[in-house]
């Protein structure tokens, strides 16, 4: 009878004669979500990813190299030149206080998209740690999370904000903690949801079964797979955030002037809408194109991940 | 009332509901306690006085008073009153009412009160005279008495408690109570036994809060309301662009002021104070805060403010001086502070912003912290800052309010919460509540106006209108540089 | 396993006589654009299938049966499309007719059923109301009619209670019941044809059985056609007399059941056969097919089959065979067809070595 | 072979598979609570139970094949978990060698059980390659020294029959078949005694399936494992398994060597499940005697 | 039956989250520094009236014994005082509930009239032009800000068109009818981005599964398989997404409301929280929260009676 020796060769008349696929360079990709479906760690993009990128590259470029794309300083005032219509050396003319719109709009790219991502960090990752830990040991622990939760989402998040905005006195940190406060519960939803699912797949049972210890098995083979869902939802919290504190300075608590910020800027050029209409529309037009920037980003990210 | 009616025509069609839409809603009706101007412009249109300030704010006029006479020692005046006058209620008016009626306003805490400090007792001899006796010579006491919260009401408050008296009050205006939606509106309605026989012309006055200043405008042009109380001046431009809409800025006593608290270090400093005083672009401020719609200005008096002295040398821009006197200060090199903005007050965004550059030339590092306007409020009162924004605008028609309250350690505002104290000029200002001389006061009033310019104790900003936009179908309408209005005359066409 | 509970028998209103071709798909091409390219999933298929006939179609995954399927049915999934060929339906060729003329044509003669009956029931409305839309919506039956057609095609199928069922939503059935739904369901527009995509995959072997039982006997009693598409060769030689094998999208062998199981003429079948463990006689070890299936994203230049084909001669690399008789309704596509003695002993051999245990 | 339950731990029988007893069940029984509502939960109201595992004992020698078959749903994947000590039973024992294996702190003891799961598209962390997940169980059970860890790592692609470049793959990019030879890769590498295969080949294609089913029997060869071989595949199991136990509802209604239970079944559902197997060119078998019985 | 024992059960379940939020919204809003006697009181407020007024709003005692007596009052329906206008905050509450509701309703309406048939539009156009055009521009609305986008519709259909009342709430119901379409249609297009998205997703899964195969199979017209198959079992899941982003849409009121210078809730919490009059914030938030329980309520039922699978247990 066929005995095939224990470690040498194919046993049987296996399938394996040029049974893989066509395989790319040999080490993947360490950014799970930029690898395509068959693994092979090139970055074949899909168009939606490639435009929503390049249109996050070009905001941020914007932000970063804006003493070089503009020659005005963006707080600089000059009481002599307020109120400029578009031109003479003004792209988008100036504001109230002679300072150049562009150049703001360039600086502002910098502090809403810093806020914004900062503002959405710190609640992806609490509420990812507590969603991870209430799905996979549930019981008590996952009771009172959940319960909690229910409260904070009982509140429109918006007046949450404000109130704690309120409470804690204008500034960016005020808006860090108010929407970390307010946030983190959606990515506890989400990725509690998604761990609920992930523990029952039979690679986390493998892994429970391979003997190896719980807190690897959380932060090796269940996070890695949870993550997309509350990465995806980020994209679009960072929309949410940045509209927040474009609000926040319709209502005069944003970021502090004289700081630019989109929502700043908004908020000042709002006495202006009928005749000045670009001081709000174009800082307007900025927080759209981010968000559709996100939006597109975090549907190429779906798209790529063959979820729909 | 016989004022002269500036708007055009007085040939509109009777009647009417008029719509007045304000940022925020009256705080209460009680015209002895009540500082908010959304409270007291509502109320004046029901409560009347003895006296009331003239057009150009600078003196005042009998009302519900016929006539009076001073006495020699000064200390004893007499009224006749104006015959004829009813409550709302149908209730004639009389001395008693009068005499309930100051009482009641002196007996206040924390109120108007101390406008009638000087006032030792009211007595109602007869039906139509009120007699006055003050503690002392008190030449403000006719300005005193124009005051709405010296207002006549019924004796008693025609049966009512005091609470529920406010909650639908009852005076000899033209207009009488008609409901309040709290925080949405306030409606009045004619008050069809007017002494005043013929007036008011409109049906109802209704006040909308519409707290959005875009809002407001678009509610004038959409016409949903007639009137737009005091658009910010941003906003001006536009509304001169829209048809059927009419801007108009009525001279006003507003002035705007940057506090400084000497109770902080450096601004105990003369030379700091001068300093930033002398840093401030009050041109530029007027250009880009104001559109050009105000002046700079020279005194903590405002133009429209009797004994007002348009000669008083005050500081102005100038860099280089600014510069000096910081070298001269315990802080040459500069220093570090933080100035208290309201948020969502676009001008005080804005002066703060102004602020902080042109100090950054004199080596001043300024932040800026913002808190909602209750807070900023309370911390201004508290002297928990170190330099803010203010301003002022007039209730009487004497300079003397202002004064002790901008001057006078101790009459309980601590120098507009600066804690100045400058002893010539607090005698100066005792000395001028008792001269009844025109000439003296005036004397007076320039010293100080001219001693509180040198000492910088507040930087003084500038002087700007009361500004309105309307629809052009209202006529008749007039604003007092005081900032109270009469609806009596207006007129809505259609 | 059921007994079927006696419902009038009914004469199926357009079933064609037995023996008439219902569906015929002359040289179909189904392919679908991806974004890597154009993935030619079937290849130049041809087939008939006839009232009152049983027709498997088998072959290894992803070969192209299910797409086959959905093509006859005019409901190939987006983006798959027809790119050649004809689809001729009760004699009709319904490629050129307007979309919604064809929908009438294809589903008033044939009809069809899925993998999994669970999904492929609509879970929001009760099966009852299933089986009935479509007496009602298209029948044009009243509401009373529609619903004791319901009931009669329910109790057909062998659904005891039926009148307590109507009312029942797909989650409350077990899954034989289920699949029997859909049964009923393909019933109610009374076809010619029935086409069953893996019916009874996701089903255990009592319950399978059941449910061949059911459609045997409505080929039996009605006449109605089916054409069985499976991957278990067992099912397909208990249920079917003719047999279509189909790898890399095409038809490789074709003719009747008992020939090809017996006697296969294409490598492919063969080892296909031979991979089948009998639960009656147990082997020392199975034949495999070594390999992979072919990608189907690219041209094949020969025989899809030819790199693991153990009997491969160099022909069958450069030229395509064609699907050539052999004996009469016996065809395969195999350029060794005619000597399978002389096809090389493959590891399958052992195959027949002895009884394991 | 005995469907009795086994007479104190430690015991050894000989049965048809021959060699001592490795694993045995006894007296299992795993419920599990329905969902319930949070408030239900609140009042103490008690959740559905489904009563998956009823009451079962087995057990299995040393070298020897146990086919498990029953129809779709009657604990077969329960019993096959807890034979693998995944689930808290909620009562009665599983052992190795005589020793409970559930709550065992040695985790060298618990390796020497292993599964193979039913779903190759499932079982595989889908971020972790195929070395990275071999590599993580060898060096925390410090099986071969750090440095010889990637050596055992090809020696076990190899050993499953797959390409040494896979090492470096995410299992996206393996088919069905493969995927099952890299679970079975990764309970092959811990060295265990047992090998617990949950229905491993019902999501592949038949000529798939035959390779794994050989590679599985060469594996018992060669490695002289202990098999609980779980499906509802009757020709599969007949063609692996040494013994066969049938279970139906949670409990096992019939056990025995495999020709024994083919060809002389006992009970009733036994026959009927031999009555439904499909055979190639086979007469349709005649009805069984519980034809027509309702179905559920 | 079982429909009113579940919703029975429901209504209990949210006790706790309640109880929950009143301590949030209690100690919270007493986080916020300033002291609303003062800010009521005005500038030359003596000490002893601001005492007074302490005393006479409980503002003197300990907080845990002001939370006390807060739920206590709330247990009996009692709100409490505003400290800003002297009234039963629940008579303010019962002025104001109207226009938001209003506005709720017609925000909800509209953003169903528009993402449903653009949601279908573009499931069943899947990957064509009308789809990237359906599934493109409402992501351009996700980044607009609220107030830009009311702003904006009013200069174009108020003032231009002259379609609608710029702002206000109106009198009759017919006049609130037309003044809550442009601030409904403010807060809709923020919700459509994301409920045409959801929608849509649903939709394809829908129309890929087999059961939407099997109806076409049946040769169903496209119109039936579309209402009968497709729709609802799409609702399924997108009712939840609105359920979850109720709480955006009544946190959207507060600036929506100013915009348009609506008599609501938002506006009055806006101001309640500028003057720290903490009894009307505690209140609004209240009935806020109560409201989002509510809809969940309602969308959880709504998710049961369309998906029979739902046990109501
Ligand atoms: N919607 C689709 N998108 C992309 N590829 C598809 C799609 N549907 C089918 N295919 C591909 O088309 C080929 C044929 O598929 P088909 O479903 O017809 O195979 P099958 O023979 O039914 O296989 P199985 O036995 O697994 O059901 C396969 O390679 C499959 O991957
Ligand atoms: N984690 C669980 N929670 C609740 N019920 C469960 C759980 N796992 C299994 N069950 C239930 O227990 C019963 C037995 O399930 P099990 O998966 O063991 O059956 P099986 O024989 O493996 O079926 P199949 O052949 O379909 O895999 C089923 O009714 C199942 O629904
Ligand atoms: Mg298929
Ligand atoms: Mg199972
Ligand atoms: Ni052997």
Request: charged letters at 20%; glycine letters at 8%.
């Amino acid at each position: 009878m066929s005995a095939a020796p224990l470690t040498a060769g194919p046993v049987g008349p296996g399938e394996p004669t040029q049974p893989l696929q066509p395989l790319g360079p040999t080490q993947p990709s360490r950014l799970p979500w930029l690898r395509n479906r068959t693994g092979d760690g090139v970055l074949r993009l899909n168009p939606t990813l490639v435009i929503g990128l390049s249109l996050l590259v070009v905001i941020i470029l914007a932000g970063v190299l804006a003493p070089v794309l503009s020659p005005w300083d963006p707080i600089k005032q000059d009481l002599t030149a307020s109120l400029q219509p578009p031109g003479n050396g003004h792209l988008l003319g100036t504001d109230q206080l002679g300072r150049d719109v562009f150049t703001r709009l360039l600086y502002a790219a910098r502090v809403d998209l810093r806020v914004g991502a900062l503002a959405v960090l710190f609640p992806f990752i609490i509420g990812t740690t507590l969603g991870l830990l209430a799905g996979w040991f549930g019981g008590w622990f996952d009771l009172v999370l959940m319960r909690v939760v229910d409260m904070v989402v009982a509140f429109p998040s918006f007046v949450l904000i404000i109130a704690l905005v309120f409470a804690l006195g204008q500034g960016t940190a005020s808006i860090y903690i108010a929407i970390t406060l307010v946030g983190w519960v959606a990515y506890a939803r989400i990725v509690r949801g998604e761990v609920l699912v992930a523990r029952e797949q039979e690679y986390a049972l493998a892994a429970r079964a391979s003997g190896l210890p719980t807190w690897r098995i959380l932060l090796r083979h269940l996070l890695p797979n949870v993550l997309l869902q509350a990465f995806v939802f980020a994209m679009s919290d960072v929309v949410l955030s940045i509209l927040a504190i474009v609000t926040l300075g319709y209502l005069g608590l944003g970021v502090p002037p004289p700081t630019p910020d989109w929502g700043s800027m908004i908020s000042e050029g709002q006495n202006f809408v009928f005749t000045k209409w670009y001081l709000t529309a174009v800082p307007g037009l900025a927080v759209v194109v981010t968000g559709l920037a996100l939006a597109l980003v975090a549907d190429g990210v779906v798209q790529r991940s063959g979820r729909r | 009332d016989n004022g002269s009616t500036p708007s055009t025509s007085t040939s509109g069609a009777a009647g009417g509901d008029l719509v007045i839409v304000r940022p925020q809603d009256s705080v209460s009706m009680d015209n002895t306690m009540v500082f908010s101007n959304s409270s007291i412009w509502v109320f004046q249109q029901m409560f009347e006085s003895l006296y009331e300030v003239t057009p150009d704010g600078k003196d005042v006029k009998p009302l519900l008073a016929e006539s009076h006479t001073l006495s020699d020692d000064k200390l004893t005046w007499t009224f006749k009153l104006k015959q004829g006058v009813k409550f709302s209620n149908g209730q004639p008016m009389t001395s008693a009412d009068v005499k309930f009626s100051l009482d009641k306003a002196r007996a206040t805490k924390g109120g108007w009160e101390f406008l009638d400090v000087a006032i030792k007792s009211v007595e109602a001899p007869d039906d139509a005279t009120v007699v006055i006796k003050t503690k002392y010579p008190w030449s403000p006491l006719l300005a005193d008495l124009a005051n709405f919260n010296n207002a006549v009401l019924p004796k008693d408050y025609a049966g009512k408690s005091h609470d529920d008296f406010y909650k639908a009050p009852i005076g000899t205006g033209p207009f009488v109570w008609d409901h309040w939606n709290k925080g949405t509106e306030i409606q009045l309605k004619k008050n069809p036994t007017y002494w005043d026989a013929g007036k008011p012309a409109l049906d109802s006055v209704t006040w909308k809060v519409v707290p959005d200043d875009n809002s407001r405008n678009v509610q004038i042009q959409g016409g949903q309301a007639q009137i737009n109380e005091n658009p910010p001046f941003s906003t001006l431009e536009q509304l001169k662009g829209q048809p059927n809409v009419k801007v108009d800025l009525f001279p006003s006593t507003k002035t705007d002021y940057i506090m400084m608290n000497q109770n902080e270090k450096p601004y105990d400093d003369v030379h700091v104070r001068r300093a930033i005083s002398y840093a401030i672009d009050r041109e530029a401020l007027v250009k880009t805060l104001l559109f050009g719609n105000g002046t700079p200005a020279n005194s903590f008096l405002m133009p429209n403010v009797p004994f007002y002295d348009a000669a008083t040398p005050g500081i102005t821009y100038d860099m280089a001086k600014a510069k000096e006197e910081m070298a001269q200060s315990s802080v040459p090199n500069g220093f570090s502070t933080t100035f208290l903005a309201s948020s969502g007050d676009s001008t005080d965004q804005a002066l703060a912003q102004v602020l902080q550059s042109s100090l950054k030339e004199l080596g001043i590092d300024m932040k800026i912290q913002n808190v909602d306007p209750s807070a900023a409020h309370d911390l201004q009162q508290e002297q928990k800052y170190q330099i803010s924004h203010s301003y002022w605008t007039m209730d009487i028609a004497d300079p003397d309010e202002l004064v002790t309250f901008a001057v006078d350690p101790d009459a309980g505002s601590h120098s507009f919460y600066t804690s100045y104290d400058n002893p010539t000029v607090i005698a100066d200002t005792k000395k001028a509540q008792q001269t009844f001389d025109t000439a003296g006061r005036q004397e007076l009033y320039s010293a100080i106006q001219k001693q509180a310019a040198e000492d910088a104790f507040m930087g003084f900003l500038y002087y700007s209108p009361f500004s309105y936009a309307y629809s052009t179908k209202v006529s008749g309408f007039q604003v007092y540089p005081t900032g109270n209005y009469h609806l009596e005359d207006v007129t809505l066409g259609s | 396993m059921s007994t079927l509970v006696d419902g009038p028998v009914r004469e199926p209103r357009s079933a064609p006589a037995v023996g008439t071709p219902v569906l015929e798909l002359h040289d179909v091409d189904v392919e679908i654009p991806l974004p890597s390219g154009r993935l030619h999933a079937v290849r130049g298929v041809s087939l008939t299938a006839y009232a009152g006939q049983a027709l498997g179609l088998v072959g290894e995954s992803g070969s192209g049966k299910s797409l086959t399927l959905r093509a006859a049915m005019d409901l190939l999934p987006s983006p798959a499309v027809i790119t050649g060929g004809s689809v001729v339906v009760a004699g009709t060729d319904v490629t050129g007719m307007r979309p919604a003329q064809r929908r009438e044509h294809i589903s008033s003669t044939m009809a069809m059923i899925f993998q999994d009956a669970l999904t492929a029931l609509n879970p929001t409305m009760r099966i009852g109301d299933q089986v009935a839309e479509v007496p009602r919506q298209r029948l044009g039956m009243s509401r009373t009619e529609a619903r004791a057609r319901a009931l009669d095609l329910l109790a057909q199928v062998g659904i005891r209670d039926p009148e307590q069922r109507y009312r029942a939503f797909p989650h409350e059935l077990s899954g034989g019941m289920r699949q029997r739904v859909c049964i009923a369901i393909a019933l109610s527009a009374e076809p010619g044809l029935i086409l069953a995509d893996e019916p009874t995959t996701a089903l255990d072997v009592t319950i399978q059985k059941q449910v061949l039982d059911v459609l045997g006997r409505l080929r039996r009693d009605d006449g109605v056609g089916l054409v069985l598409v499976t991957h278990d060769l067992a099912v397909v030689s208990s249920t079917c007399s003719e047999l279509d094998v189909m790898y890399g999208g095409r038809v490789v062998e074709e003719g009747a059941t008992e020939v090809l199981l017996s006697a296969p003429r294409h490598p492919y079948t063969a080892a296909l056969l031979r991979s089948v463990p009998d639960p009656d006689a147990p082997v020392h070890r199975l034949l495999t097919i070594p390999g992979a299936p072919p990608d189907l994203l690219q041209p094949i230049g020969g025989c899809a089959f030819a790199p693991r084909c153990p009997a491969v001669v160099d022909r069958c690399r450069t030229e395509r065979p064609p699907l050539m008789p052999l004996s009469a309704g016996h065809t395969s596509a195999c350029w060794r067809a005619h000597e399978p003695q002389e096809w090389p002993g493959q590891v399958g051999e052992a195959a027949v070595e002895g009884v394991h245990g | 072979m005995s469907a009795s339950p086994s007479t104190g731990s430690g015991s050894v029988e000989t049965g048809a598979g021959g060699g001592e007893e490795v694993l045995a069940v006894e007296g299992l029984v795993q419920h599990f609570r329905g969902r319930g509502s949070a408030w239900g939960r609140l009042r103490g109201r008690p959740p559905k139970v489904v009563k998956a595992v009823d009451g079962v004992d087995l057990v299995l020698h040393r070298g020897e094949t146990l086919g498990l078959v029953g129809e779709s749903g009657c604990g077969k994947s329960t019993l096959s978990r807890c034979a693998a000590g995944l689930y808290t039973p909620t009562s009665g024992v599983v052992r190795y060698a005589g020793q409970p294996l559930h709550g065992a702190p040695d985790r060298a003891q618990r390796r020497l059980v292993q599964m193979v799961f039913q779903d190759p598209y499932s079982s595989l962390n889908p971020r972790m390659t195929v070395g990275q997940t071999l590599s993580e169980i060898l060096t925390y059970h410090r099986l071969v020294p750090r440095a010889q860890v990637r050596t055992r790592v090809g020696e076990l692609i190899d050993l499953v029959g797959l390409p040494t470049r896979a090492v470096d793959q995410l299992p996206r990019s393996f088919s069905g078949g493969q995927r099952q030879r890299i679970g079975i890769a990764r309970a092959l590498a811990l060295e265990p005694q047992v090998l617990i295969a949950d229905e491993p080949v019902s999501a592949l294609d038949v000529s798939v399936q035959a390779t794994i089913i050989n590679l599985l029997l060469d594996l018992k060869e060669t490695l002289g494992l202990s098999m609980l071989f779980v499906s509802h595949n009757m020709a599969v199991v007949r063609q692996i398994s040494d013994r066969i136990a049938v279970m139906h509802d949670g409990v096992v209604v019939e056990e025995g060597d495999t020709p024994e239970v083919f060809e002389h079944p006992q009970h009733d559902y036994t026959r009927l499940l031999l009555a439904s197997v499909p055979r190639i060119g086979g007469t349709p078998a005649p009805a069984p005697a519980t034809a027509g019985r309702d179905l559920r | 039956m079982r429909h009113v024992a579940y919703v029975g059960r429901r209504l209990l379940s949210t006790v706790p989250v309640l109880l929950g939020i009143s301590v949030i919204v209690f100690f919270l809003i007493h986080l916020v520094p300033g002291d609303p006697a003062r800010t009521l009181l005005g500038v030359r407020a003596t000490d002893e009236a601001v005492a007074a007024l302490h005393v006479k709003f409980g503002l003197d005692r300990p907080i845990w014994e002001q939370y006390l007596s807060f739920l206590g009052r709330l247990l009996h329906g009692d709100l409490g005082r505003s400290i800003l206008y002297d009234t039963d905050v629940s008579s303010l509450l019962a002025d104001r509930l109207p226009a938001t509701l209003w506005l709720l309703v017609a925000a909800t309406v509209l953003a169903l009239l528009i993402s449903v048939p653009l949601a279908v539009l573009a499931a069943t156009h899947r990957d064509r032009i009308a789809d990237q055009v359906v599934r493109a521009v409402p992501l351009v609305g996700l980044g607009m800000p609220t107030f830009w986008v009311g702003i904006m519709l009013v200069l174009l259909l108020a003032l231009k068109v002259h379609a609608f009342p710029v702002s206000g709430f109106g009198k009759t119901p017919v006049q609130h009818l037309s003044s809550i379409v442009l601030p409904g249609l403010t807060i809709a297009l923020a919700l459509t981005p994301i409920l045409i998205r959801s929608l849509r997703t649903s939709m394809i899964g829908v129309l890929d599964s087999d059961y939407v195969v099997t109806a076409r199979a049946k040769g169903l017209s496209h119109r039936r398989v579309i209402t009968a198959h497709t729709l609802r079992n799409a609702a399924v899941s997108s009712i939840t997404v609105l359920g979850v982003n109720i709480a955006y849409l009544v946190g959207s009121t507060l600036v929506v409301e100013r915009v348009f210078a609506l008599p609501g809730m938002g506006t009055m919490m806006l101001d309640a929280i500028f003057n720290r009059d903490f009894p009307v914030v505690q209140g609004v938030t209240l009935v806020f929260a109560l409201m989002v329980v509510a809809v969940n309520l309602l969308t959880d039922l709504a998710h049961a009676a369309l998906d029979p699978r739902i046990e109501l247990a």
